[in-house]
């Protein structure tokens, strides 16, 4: 039996923790091989003890000697990296065959670029980099035989309801690169996105304005890290998930809807047209999504136990309050707009989240800075990564001067 190895990059966060004990209960077949993580040391390394792998990287050089010293102090033989350059190589390396793309923003792009263009199984939890830079990372996994697995947990489900790919569906493509991914071809009508609503689902705007960052990343379904609990709570989060969902499916925005339920249990559908609807059901445990993601066709136990509809009682559904939670509307607006609007939308966003973290604008000020930045910045042409960075810089500079003119609440 052979073992494959991963890279976990985001080690310390969410997915990132259901990367790893998904992987631990596989030892036969899975190994992590690289663990990175953004700045914090003293997590990174108590992964380290208990998972040994051979590569540690911290994004952040300043912490290199702490890392290093921890290593060497815990007599670990796992080697120490700094900067984002050695963890974009170890991501391309031969060090893992597989990446876990778990880097919250973003600052993923560049190590989730590497890993397709190094033709790794790749499963895809940063969506921001997939908002950013969509054409670019899609194209260039095709090109080079990656097989990306989506791993937000409504993609996921949409790739297990598909059907699987045609040799055909790869133009050219040597049968050894078949492609993972399915496209959702003419037979399919729409897919539909679920959403939990987040914490505040029901709200009046009026209710929204006084929310605070602790109330914004309760979330009432999943535990996850703050920014994408912060995005669930304005429905940012959705609407990333829309572009994403555009991106990895090949459908415009006009056959992707959105539907909140907020038991969380049915996590999308697809619908073709013959009137048939498929869904996935399952709890709210990103680790089954991973354990899809690394034994993709097969599947593995990953620690989550199965539903009990009995108990659950019901499932209920309702339309998304465009009007509450504009960021939703924004997002679509952005896709259709196509060229450089969607990365002016992540850039914005990202600033905007971050200053509401730190209590320095209210929840409202998060889509009034978002459309603010995509009023200023209007799309050009993204024919390369240069363009998409320069707007993501631009949109990143103006959120940030117009922060000034918004108060905590
Ligand atoms: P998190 O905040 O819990 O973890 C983020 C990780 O990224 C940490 O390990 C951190 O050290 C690392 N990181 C941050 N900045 C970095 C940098 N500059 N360089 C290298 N590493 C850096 O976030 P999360 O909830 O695990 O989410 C990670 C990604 O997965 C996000 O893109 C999110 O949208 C997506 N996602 C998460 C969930 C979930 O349930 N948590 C579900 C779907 C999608
Ligand atoms: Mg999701």
Redesign the pocket.
Known sequence: MTVQTVAV??????????ALDVIARHPQTLRAGVL?????VE??LALCLRHRPEHA????EGGFPALREGLRAAGLPTRAHAG?AA?TALAAGPECQTVV?????A??LD?TLAAAGAGKRLLL?????LVLAGELLMATADANGARIVP???EHNAIFQCLPAPRPADRDGAPADRARCLPAAREDVRRIVLTASGGPFRGWTRERLAGVTPAQAVAHPK????????V?SATLM?KG?EVIEAHHLFGLPGARIDVLVHPQSLVHSLVEFVDGSTLAQLGLPD?RT?LAIGFAWPRRIESGVGGLDLLAHGRLDFEPPDLAAFPCLRLAYAALEAGGTAPAVLNAANEIAVSAFLQGRIGFLSIPALVEDALAALPPARADSLDVLREADLRARRHASAALSRHAPH
């Open positions: 990059l985001g080690a310390t966060g969410s997915i990132g923790a259901s990175a993580a953004g700045s914090n997590a990174l990287v911290i994004a952040d984002a963890l793309a778990a880097i919250v923003g600052a993923g190590s939890a940063n969506k921001e980099s791993i937000d947990s999943w535990s996850m890290g703050p920014k994408i609990s995005d989060n990333l990103m999504a």
